[in-house]
Nanobody
């Protein structure tokens, strides 16, 4: 079972930037994925960005494409989510999640079994 732990949330004004980091450990095999999801109270969880760790392919939800960048830091075994030009509607709890495979629908949460505790991102107008 993989372990994932998020860090890097915080508060920022609209137009600002934050970088989230997900440390993961305990995974096996070359075909796995790590994704960032977000959820506000009373709302469904939304897939934000996913990276296929083995070959680096990335996927983004439309609302963040061009503003967010997911990448892997091989030296530190972290997955980073660089968030630029943040908007108030980006305010959410952000979760990192691990999949021991390559999901056919990468932004759907059902393929991810290992989840972190979440980190809060707040964007003020």
């Amino acid at each position: 079972q993989a372990q994932v732990q998020e860090s890097g949330g915080g508060s920022v004004q609209a137009g600002g930037s934050l970088r989230l980091s997900c440390e993961f450990a305990g995974y096996t095999g070359p075909y796995n994925s790590l994704g960032w999801f977000r959820q506000a109270p009373g709302k469904e969880r939304e897939g934000v960005a996913v990276i296929y760790i083995g070959h680096g392919s990335t996927y983004y939800t439309n609302s963040v494409r061009g503003r967010f960048t997911i990448s892997k830091d091989n030296a530190e075994r972290d997955i980073l989510l660089q968030m630029d030009n943040l908007k108030p509607e980006d305010t959410d709890m952000y979760f990192c999640a691990y999949s021991d495979g390559v999901p056919s629908s990468p932004l759907r949460d059902y393929a991810y079994l290992d989840w972190g505790q979440g980190t809060q991102v707040t964007v003020s107008s």
